[in-house]
């Protein structure tokens, strides 16, 4: 069995959703692969997002969408290092995330997008345009024939895997839910090492979690389990839902691009802001500069050249940033309310 298209998208999250949706916009023919039941799925997220990643929905979706989402508005986010506080206010948001990114699929099913759920690619043949892939339900093989591939496919991306020989450089972290106790997210910050735990509220519940950056760290799960307790005892919370785990980019090795017809989007390319573990602006704001450079407009990796190099400085500068953002906090921090 074969497919043709013009876009194949590996991964049918937020980003790979957003890109369909945008290129079916422009006339493109898309097709998908999703690994999981693209219906079910269920993607492991605190859904703390800013008015950027506000705006960057309502730009691609449009208003009506973001007001149909599932979302809690708040306007401070405690951030603690060492006994000592800062407050970052503004317009945050608590997006169950379930519901945002089954509206990204359904726009781009109705958008007449294609997609093949339970499915994803075994090998890339970037010269002749051509993807082996497996429907894993179906115990099928069949071969995709594109002009150019999207790896979509979040932070363990096999695409990148595939082209680049290499697995992508990961964190993890872990979360539950909790009750609601409090209108103010907490961003914790780990003295003793490079990660954060936080409670972030989204109305009718919240969730505690905590990501964890020792890279090469075999425990990395248990380590990660272990800070969470800790945080929910200093917090006096109970976690009610089960504990998840989930990789997220590191935000060291951010790849937009490998050579003229692969293209990374999201969590797949790296994109990651590492002090807060927030990506949905990120999956958003790619998807959006990819559709528009492969319309003709901006080359991708010059419209996203000004984000990737904040986050691979970030990435890079991690301890320091901590040892800063400490100092920040005593020389002029804005007392707790
Ligand atoms: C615990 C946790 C908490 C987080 N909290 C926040 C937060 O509060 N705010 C924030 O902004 N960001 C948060 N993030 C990060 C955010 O979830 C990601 O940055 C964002 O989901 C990236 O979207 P994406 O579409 O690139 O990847 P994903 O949402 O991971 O989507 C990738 C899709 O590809 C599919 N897939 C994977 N492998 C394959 C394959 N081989 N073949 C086919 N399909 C495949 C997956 O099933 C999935 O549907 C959090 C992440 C974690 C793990």
Known sequence: MEYKCEYLIVGGGLAGCSLGYLLRKS???VLILERLDAKKKDKLCAGLTGTAGQKEFISIFGEPAWNSLDFFSYSVLREQLGGKE?????KLFGINRKVMDDAALQCYLDSGGRLIDHATVRTIDTDEGKARCINFQKKQEF???FSKIIGADGARSTVRRLLTGKVPDCAFAVESDVPFCGDKGILSYLSHS??????????KDATVGCGYYHYDNKNIASICIEEMKDFCLQMGITPTGKVRGAFLPSGLDVLLRFGSSAYF????????KNTSGEGIVYALLSARLLAEALSGGTPYEEAMAPYTEAIIKKAKDAKKIQFLKCFKILAKGTPAR
């Open 194 to 203: 490079i990660g954060y735990c936080w409670y972030l509220p989204r109305g």
């Open 143 to 145: 071969d995709v024939y």
């Open 27 to 29: 006339g493109a023919d």
């Open 265 to 272: 989007v999201g969590d797949a390319a790296g994109l990651i």
């Open 86 to 90: 800062i407050c970052r206010t503004g």
